[in-house]
């Protein structure tokens, strides 16, 4: 509870202090009352400055509490939109973690995928090989093409010539057999010759010896 005090009730107190010796008391405490006593007169003025300038702070302290209770009020409603900002907030916490799994998850599948890229560049690489030793050896069964077919050739070559030959050998054996014929049938001409004139000596003798 504040307790309001004027200017004059504390200079009446002021004024109001005994400053007899007390009997009891030693003379160093009654020396500190009366050095104590003209202090205080000496300092009305400062004594009226100070409540001045607790009236000015009493003011000040109004001033306050009215800004107080306006900020009371703007604190509850920071402390709502606190409580709002708090669920947003989770909100947000919740979606980070969810984006926080996925890109767990997107790391982990961009890991899979660069391994994945990996065994395909060793993959690509010994396909390349694959390829290069397959041209190569296109290249020697191309030479082997070309070396067989000029064997082929020459053999198509030779067996042209044996053909020739053989249609050289069919011609004279033709020849052969015409001419062998022929002398067959001169054979019989004259061995049928030989019979006829054997038949006619034979006939002669026959007669002869009739005789």
Not at 28 to 48: A, D, E, P, Q, V
Not at 153 to 158: A, C, P, Q, V, W
């Amino acid at each position: 509870m504040k307790i309001k005090v004027s200017e004059n009730e504390i200079m009446n107190k002021i004024e109001s202090i005994n400053l007899k010796e007390v009997k009891d008391a030693s003379s160093y405490m009654n020396n500190y009352t009366n050095f104590l006593s003209l202090k205080l007169r000496k300092n009305r003025g400062g004594i009226i400055y100070t409540v001045e300038r607790i009236k000015n702070l009493e003011a000040i302290t109004k001033k306050l509490n009215k800004e107080l209770s306006e900020n009371n009020k703007e604190l509850k409603k920071l402390e709502k939109s606190i409580t709002n900002f708090s669920g947003i907030n989770e909100s947000l916490e919740n979606n980070i973690i969810t984006e926080i799994n996925r890109n767990k998850a997107y790391k982990s599948r961009l890991f899979q995928l660069k391994k994945n890229k990996t065994k395909l560049i060793k993959a690509q690489e010994n396909i390349d090989k694959d390829i290069i030793y397959m041209e190569s050896r296109i290249s020697m069964m191309r030479e082997n093409v070309e070396k067989n077919n000029n064997k082929y050739n020459k053999l198509l070559n030779n067996k042209n010539k044996m053909h020739e030959e053989m249609e050289k050998f069919k011609k004279g054996r033709t020849n052969l057999q015409l001419q062998l014929k022929h002398t067959r049938k001169n054979h019989e001409i004259l061995k049928n010759k030989m019979q006829t004139f054997v038949s006619s000596i034979k006939t002669s003798r026959t007669r002869e010896n009739n005789i």
